[in-house]
């Protein structure tokens, strides 16, 4: 099969989230499985992208495109994707990429991503390559399956072409203004695909418009393909989630275990395995070094890496962390950037309880691993979780986590059961700050219990969501799609 993958970020050229992670893990384990997959992303002006390694593609040069009563123009490179076959070809269009990051607030953010959904299909064409699928993510390429109905419609090359469109997030859907439509290229006789209650209220929603015409839908768990159908988390789009449920699939991210695993993780000093636990014992000692907190084996090591944002349920901290840290011996080490309040809040934490929690503002992949590694437990207290990623990292270390029972958490982590020796991790249910105090005391419990506590590490590191595993979901789907 035939796979065109288009994404505004991929691993290892451009990252700002797990979207970056997903694409870059599917090109390179679809290419592993022999199919035919390329990858289309932008040409960013930032540190990761190599210009050294890519080489213009002779017959993709200065090529334009009509959009808004004018010519935007572009250039492709191309370039081999880490450790797989799979090319990737990156779109070069200094006017609206070269602005030193992924993403902007600028005015004409909607061209920059209605360019790659167009350039991508335009290059198929040079190629003369027909996908049999085409894989948008998120709203950035959502509008791909739209033009394939209006224009690109004529050319026979995408006859047999489905599309896939994978929401990461669904609370990011492109919301414009409705004349936008006009500028991004569509022509008034393609006004009768638009939503017409938006164009009323002068709106245009890329997201909105993808899960309308995407041959098929998928997320990135099945609780989460579950709750984003219901007024919680529909963010406005329940209604329209739910006429297209049959179309609607989750699919659990997988992880890469190369970059990932205990065994054999390269950032940390002391490897280790569920067979032999005294490598994380010394990794719990060299985090409590760097971070420059007191060393005790008997005393539990809470981790942190996230955003610091409100999705991820740091508010739920505020009332309930100083109690803890007052009355149980117990460090906290929180790795993360974002929202001012939540950066002063764990500052001021540190600050109070400089023996007992570090806050390390900003982000370090090395101390990532080394906080996966060498606490006892990970917190993950999420309002919602389209899949998440750390605590499936937690479970392949070893690393407890406490997660709230939403999306892709809900997907991965099972309640502790010592009775049955079963489990691998503490759910709370209700999204408030006694939820998460119950999801800590519970964990502390545990903790007491050492022989149960292996046995729960263990249980942890049996988990298995390696990419091998993950990437026959995604292949089914894309021959159920060929199929049709």
Request: overall charge negative; aromatic content about 12%.
């Amino acid at each position: 099969m035939k796979i065109a993958l288009v994404s505004s970020e991929i691993v290892p050229f451009s990252k700002t989230g797990g979207l970056a992670d997903v694409t870059g893990a599917l090109g390179k384990y679809l290419s592993l499985d022999g199919l035919d997959v390329r990858l289309f992303t932008p040409l960013y002006d930032i540190a990761e992208i190599d210009l050294q390694n890519l080489h213009a593609v002779d017959f993709m040069q200065d090529m334009r495109v009509p959009m808004g009563g004018r010519e935007l123009g572009f250039s492709v490179f191309t370039g081999v994707l880490p450790d797989s076959d799979a090319d990737v070809y990156f779109i070069d269009a200094p006017e609206l990429y070269h602005r030193g990051q992924v993403y902007t607030d600028d005015a004409d953010e909607y061209l920059r991503f209605a360019l790659l959904s167009r350039a991508a299909l335009e290059c198929c064409q040079r190629m003369g390559w027909g996908p049999d699928v085409v894989h948008c993510n998120d709203w950035q390429t959502a509008l791909i399956p739209l033009y394939l109905r209006t224009l690109y419609a004529w050319d026979r090359l995408f006859d047999r072409t489905r599309t896939i469109l994978t929401i990461h997030n669904l609370a990011y859907q492109g919301i414009f203004r409705s004349d936008v439509s006009r500028q991004i290229g569509l022509r008034e006789e393609d006004r009768y695909l638009l939503h017409e209650e938006d164009l009323r209220l002068g709106l245009f929603n890329y997201l909105k418009h993808g899960i309308m015409y995407a041959d098929a839908i998928s997320t990135v768990s099945r609780t989460y393909a579950r709750e984003i159908q219901t007024p919680e988390y529909g963010n406005g789009l329940d209604g329209m989630l739910r006429t297209r449920s049959d179309a609607l699939v989750g699919i659990v991210n997988g992880v890469d275990y190369g970059d990932w695993s205990p065994e054999n993780d390269r950032l940390i000093a002391h490897n280790y395995s569920i067979d032999d636990f005294e490598g994380k014992r010394r990794m719990k000692q060299v985090l409590l070094e760097r971070l420059e907190l007191p060393y005790d084996p008997d005393v539990p090591v809470f981790g942190i890496v996230s955003r610091l944002v409100e999705q991820k349920g740091f508010d739920l901290f505020f009332d309930i962390m100083d109690p803890f840290l007052h009355h149980v011996d117990m460090r906290l080490c929180v790795l993360g950037s974002g929202a001012k309040v939540y950066e002063e809040y764990f500052a001021e934490l540190q600050s109070r309880y400089p023996h007992r929690v570090c806050f390390y503002r900003g982000y370090s992949n090395e101390l990532a691993h080394m906080i996966e590694a060498g606490s006892d437990i990970f917190l993950m207290p999420s309002h919602y979780e389209p899949c998440g990623l750390n605590q499936i990292y937690s479970l392949r270390y070893g690393t407890i986590p406490v997660v709230r029972r939403t999306g892709g958490l809900a997907d991965t982590v099972v309640q502790a059961d010592p009775q049955r020796g079963e489990g691998n991790g503490v759910l709370f249910e209700n999204f408030n700050p006694q939820g998460l105090a119950w999801g800590i005391d519970r964990v502390l419990e545990l903790w007491r219990d050492q022989a149960f506590w292996r046995r729960l590490m263990r249980n942890a590191m049996e988990a298995n969501w390696s990419w091998e595993k993950q990437i026959d979901h995604y292949i089914e789907l894309y021959r159920t799609l060929d199929s049709k």
